[in-house]
Structure formats: C-alpha cells, structure tokens
C-alpha cells in the first residue's frame, strides 16, 4: 500500500507535479486525482467495503428483533432490514459526500447489543426509550466534537480500559452467537453449561453454527474479501439444502425452510412501526442518564480509534499524527447515529471494516459513496434476507467478538493497576450480561486502585467524576 501525506485538502495529497488534471466532475468533487486513485479503483474499493460488512443487514436485525416487538405486526424484522439498510446507506453517504472519507458506517455490533439486551433487556427501557438515549447519545456526539470536548474526555480514560471495552463487547457478542446457537445453555447447577449436541431438532444450530466459524475463519486466513458474508451465505445454504431444523414457526417449534414464499426480490418496505418512535419520557432520570452515557461512551472511543486508525492507513494523517477536517469526519458519526435513531436502529457508527476498502486502493469518498449505495439498494433483497437463519448470523456474532478481542494484546498485563481494571471489564460484560456494568467496573476500579495505592496523580480527573458518579449509581440505584 502507498503511503501518503496529507495536505489542509479533502483527500491526501500523492498526487506529483504534473499529474493528469482531474477529468470530470466527479473526479474533481472527490479529488480523485489528487489522491492519487481512480474511479473504477473507488468503485471496487466501495464493492470491497460492503462485502466486507454486508453480514450487518443480516446480523442487526437478529439482535434488534429480540427487543423491538410490536404486538400484532409480524413483519418487524422486514422493518429492521429496511431500517439498518437506510441507516447504513445515509449514514455512509453522508460520510463520503460531507467528510468526503472512503469509511463506511453502518448500526455497530456491540452497541446493539447493549439496546437489546441491556438498555431493553435488563433495565427495563421500552425499546422506544432506547432509540431516544440514541439519538440524545448522537446529539451529545456532533457537540463535543465541534466545540473540541472530545480531546478532554479521549485524554481521560487510560488505554488499558479503551482496549478492555472493545475486548469486552467482544467478548459479550461470541457469548451471544454461542447462546443463539445452543452451544451455551443455562443449567440450574452450574449457571450455563454446553447444549444438547445430540438431539436432532436441537443441535442443527448448534452444528451448522460450529461449521459456519470454521469456514468463515479459514476464508479469513486466505484473505478472501467478505468472508463473514460468505460464511453466512454457505449456512443458510445447508440448511436448507439439509432441510435442518433450524428455523422456527409461530408457535416456537423448530422446523426446516418452507420455500421463498414472498419471492427473492421486494419492494422496500417503509419500517413505520418503529421509525420516529422516540419516547423522551424518561430523559431526565438516573437510569435513562447511563444508558445514554453508555451509548455514547462506546461509541465515542470506538470510533476514534476506527477513524484515527482507517485514517492513518489511508495516508491522512500528517507528521504530527492530525486529521484533517476531524470535526467533521466524527460529526458525521455523531449525526448517522441521530438518523439510525430516527428510523429505528440502535447507534450507527464507522466500521473497521471499511479497511477491506481502503486497502483495495480507496481513498476518496467516492468509495464510501458507492458503498452507500449498495446497501441502500440492498432493501430490495429483504425477502431473501429473511430467510437467513440464527445458525447463520451467530459465526458471523461469534468472529466479530473474536477480532474484538485482539485489542488485550496492548494491555499493560504487569501493572496490575491496568491489567485488574481491565480485566474487570471484561470478564464483567458477559458475566453479568451487561456492557454498562464491564464499564462501570473498569473506571470504579481503576479510579479506586489509583486513589488507594497513592498513585491517584496517574489518573485524569475526569475519570474520578465518571466513578464518583457511577459509584453512587450502583449504591443508591441499582436494585
């Protein structure tokens, strides 16, 4: 890959003296040229990106089905399809027409995650609510990175604890995946324990599941582009090559396909069940407070690090490590969260997948343009999208939370003030099925260590008011 440096421009400046002038418009919008690139290399960098996160159309709506239930419509998941489609498609194009970036957003794993099954699941928030903490989480995202907030707050967690929350999420979505697999049961002795290999209804899941993460992690190490996608794709096509059990009917039993009875190709479907439902009622207590403080803490450090990391290998970095126009590139996260919210989905945000993109040779927002506009027309699919399996979208759970963990490698493991907080957090996210609680564990007892041990001038300040207030949260609040 050709590095490069960058300029006060919108697009890296490898271009010598010399070089052809840009040919058409497109190619002057997007200083193509400039950026040393091409359209038909955009567009195939574009391709790359989606195949590499295309599984989101599929996986989201797996997880966000759990808790988004509108009683008497039985098309939600058709409507969540739609929702992470057009999330996806307008928060990528704004990224590559506005930030003019070739990084592509779309709802994150993870956070989905903490909606579902935390912000829904455990507190108790209607999945309204949750979508309102989203969008408060999006507006409180866009503010801070104009008015320069960001830099005090991404100064004020230590790296140990930024590795351990990505590490931990990971580490909550394989639990997912091998729960949604029946790989991992509960058991009235020993809290979870391994399912039923065995029983034909019960195990085709759990099988399919367990071929599926091999392939995929073969396809993988052989480098093959959209390798979670075709993982997905290779089991949902044994199973119903197979006739495996591993759909279920409206009464809850498990029975093999019954054919593409709404056709392969669709109209969309606006999702107006759940776009614009937002409930603003409880914005102002001290639970509905952490759902939004975790919604945008996650967010915030995990797409720094995307951005900044994406950034630098697409050569927009300068000497000194800056970013042109960053204000801009993480608004534009913070707005496609605002609009995921809008139309139903929980926090969308930029993906490390757009690095399949970028090391294809994209280096303009043409890449995330077209990007975009593969997962808008993407909705025209959904009826072929339904008939995909949860043994197919739990490997692709499964390796997300595997690529996940790599960030522990760059934990300080012999300084036990760095590595127990961040242990903490991690093991903490799947344990108590929560990621609000790895997070909170990680900065109360990082803060605590630092105090106690008198090395308390280690730590920014900030990170004391963040475990002073989530420590009397868990004293006064938490039942």
Same mark, same amino acid.
């Given at each position: ?14 271009? !010598?003296?010399?070089?052809? %002038? ?5 190619? /002057?919008? =997007? ?10 290399? %955009? ?23 759990? $808790? ?33 970036? !070739? ?15 935390? #912000? ?46 990505? $590490? ?34 019960? #195990? ?20 093959? +582009? ?15 090559? =197979? ?57 915030? =450090? ?17 000497? +000194?490590?800056?970013?042109? /126009? #960053? +204000? ?30 970028? %090391? ?30 949860? $043994?197919?979208?739990? !490997? ?17 493991? +012999? ?5 127990? !907080? ?35 001038? %280690? ?21």
């Amino acid at each position: 890959m050709t590095t490069t440096t960058t300029t006060s421009g919108s697009t890296p400046a490898s271009t !010598p003296e010399g070089a052809p %002038e840009p040919k058409g418009a497109i190619d /002057r919008f =997007f200083g193509i040229t400039k950026a040393g690139s091409n359209i038909p290399r %955009e567009l195939r960098a574009g391709l790359t990106t989606f195949l590499a996160m295309s599984y989101v159309i599929i996986v989201n709506p797996s997880v966000l089905s759990t $808790a988004i239930v509108v009683p008497g419509v039985d098309n939600i998941f058709v409507q969540l399809i739609m929702a992470t489609c057009l999330a996806a498609a307008l928060g990528t194009l704004a990224m590559g027409l506005i930030a003019r970036y !070739p990084f592509a957003q779309a709802p994150g794993m993870g956070l989905n995650a903490f909606f579902a099954f935390t #912000a829904v699941g455990a507190m108790g928030f209607s999945w309204q609510e949750a979508l309102a903490a989203v969008f408060v989480s999006g507006v409180l995202f866009v503010v801070l990175s104009v008015i320069g907030v960001r830099r005090l707050i991404v100064q004020a967690l230590p790296n140990s604890l930024k590795f351990a929350i990505t $590490a931990g999420i990971g580490a909550f979505l394989a639990f997912l995946g091998l729960k949604s697999a029946g790989i991992v049961v509960s058991n009235p002795a020993t809290l979870v324990g391994l399912g039923d290999l065995h029983d034909p209804k019960l #195990a085709a899941s759990a099988w399919l599941t367990i071929v599926g993460v091999i392939v995929i992690g073969v396809l993988m190490k052989l480098n093959v +582009k959209g390798s979670i996608l075709w993982g997905i794709l290779l089991v949902t096509a044994l199973a119903i090559v =197979f006739q495996a059990p591993v759909y279920q009917d409206a009464d809850g039993n498990h029975i093999a396909f019954q054919g593409f009875s709404n056709g392969i190709v669709g109209l969309p479907v606006w999702p107006s069940d759940i776009a614009f439902q937002l409930d603003f009622a409880s914005l102002f207590t001290i639970g509905f407070f952490q759902v939004i403080f975790t919604f945008f803490f996650v967010d915030f =450090f995990d797409a720094t690090g995307t951005l900044t990391g994406l950034s630098q290998r697409a050569g927009y970095l300068d000497e +000194k490590g800056n970013m042109p /126009r #960053a +204000k801009t590139v993480f608004s534009m996260d913070g707005v496609a969260a605002m609009m995921g919210a809008l139309l139903g989905t929980s926090t969308t945000t930029a993906y490390v997948e757009s690095a399949a993109g970028v %090391e294809e040779g994209g280096r303009t927002g043409l890449t995330s343009t077209f990007t975009g506009i593969l997962f808008a027309l993407s909705m025209f699919l959904w009826p072929l999208i339904t008939v995909i399996p949860g $043994a197919a979208t739990a !490997p692709a759970l499964i390796i997300v939370g595997a690529l996940m963990m790599e960030g522990v490698a760059h934990i300080e493991w +012999k300084d036990i003030s760095d590595s127990l !907080p961040a242990f903490l957090t991690v093991i903490a996210m799947p344990l108590t099925f929560s990621i609000a609680n790895g997070v909170s564990f990680g900065i109360i007892s990082y803060s605590l260590i630092k105090v106690l041990s008198g090395k308390w001038r %280690e730590a920014h300040w900030m990170l004391y008011v963040l475990a002073a207030l989530l420590l009397l949260r868990y004293v006064f609040f938490v039942e």
